[in-house]
């Protein structure tokens, strides 16, 4: 079990404050669904949680103790990034061992990707990347993931099965996931945080993403 | 081990231009004396620093960087491992340079 608490964020780039209210809260057998308007800062908010970005005042906390060192040291973090992230002239299969991920499960789940396997990142398109890389995140052994737009550039065929993938994994860890395509997000969150002018607000009813001018329900 | 492997293929991504260097440094250090090696270890971490701020210019977001944050290596710890790689290769091509050539 785990239990990630984050607060008392304050955050700022070139003196305009993107962070100062933000409350999160993951913990293992939860989904936890971020959505917020373009640049309202969930992609900082994530990095910041995954220790990469530091901001000048946090309170991390996991399982109710403070953590102050950059948690992806810690190796019980994962981050999807917004982008492509896996080195170019890596092959399919290696990085399914850097990442200690059984190939032939992914193979099972995804046959169509399964003649990927001896190709480098470097000749794959977007989506196939996108696919591979949000597997190996979410598959890899680890006790938090944050997810940055899982869903953008895959054909909802493999959406579907990349959702079925979270809620298969959230059974042994804290996911957090962001993305523009709510509904996703809105489907598959037991929990639901939108941000807004640097705080954020835990969404109970999906009318007050309509109340805060996040999305026409 | 894994993280060694880390490493090296990190090191591996910037290789070409310090190997480069340290087989000039070896040769000077041949012909100058071994004394050389003070001014060609500065030399070797300004053309590494040099590597970094480029990549840093054309990349600000880390984007090659994230592999090895999901592996549990910190920009830090990346850096600095590097840099100790690079110098213990000017030590062994030099050695290879002063005594077998």
Not at chain 1, 184 to 209: A, F, R, T
Not at chain 2, 54 to 81: A, D, P
Request: aromatic share 14%; hydrophobic share 45%.
């Amino acid at each position: 079990m785990g239990i990630l608490e984050i607060d008392s964020i304050e955050m700022s780039f070139n003196n305009k404050s993107i962070l100062n209210g933000i409350y999160l809260k993951a913990e293992t057998g939860n989904i936890t669904g971020i959505l917020g308007s373009n640049g309202c800062g969930k992609s900082t908010l994530l990095r910041i949680i995954f220790g990469e970005l530091q901001p000048s005042i946090k309170s991390l906390r996991i399982n109710s103790k403070r953590f102050s060192k950059p948690f992806l040291t810690s190796n019980d973090i994962k981050y999807l990034p917004q982008f492509h992230f896996m080195p170019k002239s890596m092959t399919v299969q290696k990085a399914f061992q850097y990442f200690k991920v059984a190939i032939d499960s992914f193979n099972i789940i995804f046959p169509e990707l399964s003649i990927l396997k001896n190709q480098k990142f470097k000749t794959l398109s977007g989506g196939e990347k996108r696919i591979i890389e949000t597997y190996l995140i979410l598959k890899s052994p680890s006790k938090f993931v944050l997810l940055d737009e899982p869903f953008s550039h895959i054909a909802p065929v493999y959406i579907k099965r990349i959702k079925d993938l979270i809620y298969e994994e959230k059974q042994w860890k804290a996911i957090v996931v962001t993305d523009h395509m709510y509904k996703h997000i809105v489907g598959i969150s037991d929990n639901l945080y939108i941000l807004k002018d640097g705080w954020s607000k835990e969404i109970k009813s999906l009318n007050e993403l309509e109340f805060y001018k996040y999305a026409n329900i | 081990m894994k993280k060694t492997q880390l490493f090296l293929k990190y090191y591996q991504s910037i290789a070409a231009i310090p190997i480069i260097a340290t087989l000039f440094f070896g040769i000077q250090i041949k012909n100058l004396g071994v004394s050389f090696i003070i001014i060609a270890l500065f030399t070797k971490l300004f053309i590494l620093l040099v590597i970094w701020f480029m990549q840093w210019l054309n990349n600000r977001k880390k984007e090659h960087l994230y592999f090895y944050f999901n592996n549990g290596v910190s920009q830090i710890e990346l850096y600095t491992v590097t840099y100790l790689i690079d110098i213990c290769i000017l030590f062994i091509i030099t050695f290879i340079v002063l005594w077998v050539f």
